[in-house]
């Protein structure tokens, strides 16, 4: 007779190489940061251009102000209470932005460079405009 296996043994069994047990101990190094201005490159908002609200670096992504738009459908918490529908914008992945040259209207990559004063600062590879 086989005897059913523990939860633990099948985590064990199943587990995926390269995931961390835990999550808070992978950070990703963000290129991009609150308060920038990007535009989506691929999806289904592609082309929109919006400001960086949020940034979620052990998530590898970045909520934007008007971009993913997400419905909740939200049950009535109090008697009396009427449902409702609620949206806002949910997080996408960094790899889907590009930050965005207002002055030329362009999206690019971002480099660093090293100032005259010995700061190190963010830079728009196409337009050689400084984001900090």
């Known amino acids: 007779m086989v005897r059913p296996l523990k939860p633990s043994q099948i985590r064990r069994l199943v587990r995926r190489p390269g995931i961390r047990k ?3 101990s992978l950070r990703y190094k963000m290129r991009i940061k609150q308060g920038d201005t ?5 999806g289904d908002d592609k082309g929109k251009i919006g400001e960086v609200l949020r940034v979620f670096p052990e998530r590898n992504m970045v909520l934007v ?8 459908h939200r049950k009535p918490q109090r008697e009396g209470e009427s449902g409702r529908i609620e949206t806002k914008e949910a997080p996408i992945p960094v790899c889907k932005v590009m930050a965005y040259s207002k002055k030329q209207e362009v999206a690019s990559r971002i480099g660093y460079q ?9 830079v728009l590879k196409k337009t050689g405009e400084i984001l900090d």
Request: net charge positive; hydrophobic share 35%.
């Open 38 to 42: 990007v535009q989506v490159i691929s």
């Open 114 to 122: 090293i100032t005259a004063d010995g700061r190190k600062v963010r």
């Open 65 to 72: 102000e008007g971009v993913n738009i997400v419905t909740y």
């Open 22 to 24: 835990h999550r808070n």
